[in-house]
């Protein structure tokens, strides 16, 4: 099972990012284990965030996720070593999950990087995932995802994730 928010719908990435860190903790503190990244986008100035995954479930230190390339820098930020550093992490946590909550599918995921080792790994064992995904992105991770794909609202999202992961215990 793979739930997915459109970003768009959340009021963009920094809204979905907000909603799975919420339903997330919400889980854990009912007694779900819930693993997988959440991400937050901290402002540096006006153009520029430092972007921040917290790998759920481990307690090593969040991961920078991003470089800073300057001020007039127009490439992407993104430290792909980092993203996947903090995969590998998340894949360590798998074992103890009973949900994954993956901060979003993006371009490194469309390339087969990124999260996407994770993805695959807890459909392997199972493990409902929720996951963002941008509009723009949209299109492609339909075509990775297929029929385990399941478009969820903000409202419905919560719901899902505690049905999935009762559905799994059953």
């Known amino acids: 099972m793979l739930g997915w928010l459109d970003q768009a719908e959340t009021g ?13 903790l ?38 920078v996720i991003s470089q800073n390339l300057g001020p007039s820098a ?13 995969a590998q992490r998340v894949l360590n946590t798998l074992p103890d999950a ?13 390339m087969g990087r990124g999260m996407v080792a994770v993805i ?5 064992r199972d493990l409902p995932v929720l996951i963002s995904v941008a509009p723009q992105q ?11 794909a399941v478009k969820l609202s903000p409202a ?5 994730c505690r049905n999935a992961v009762q559905a799994r215990a059953a």
């Open 26 to 63: 919400r889980l854990e503190s009912s007694g779900v284990p819930v693993r997988g990244a959440v991400q937050s986008n901290d402002r540096v100035d006006d153009c520029h965030c430092d972007m921040t995954l917290q790998v759920l479930g481990d307690t090593g230190p969040d991961v």
């Open 120 to 124: 695959a790994d807890a459909l392997d």
């Open 12 to 24: 963009g990435g920094d809204g979905a990012h907000r909603l799975m860190r919420e339903i997330a």
């Open 156 to 160: 419905q999202a919560e719901g899902w």
């Open 98 to 110: 009973k949900l994954v909550v993956v901060n979003k599918y993006g371009k490194q995921e469309i």
């Open 138 to 148: 949209q299109a492609e991770f339909v075509a990775f995802a297929g029929d385990l």
């Open 74 to 86: 127009t490439g992407c930020r993104l430290d792909a070593g980092a993203l996947e550093s903090a």
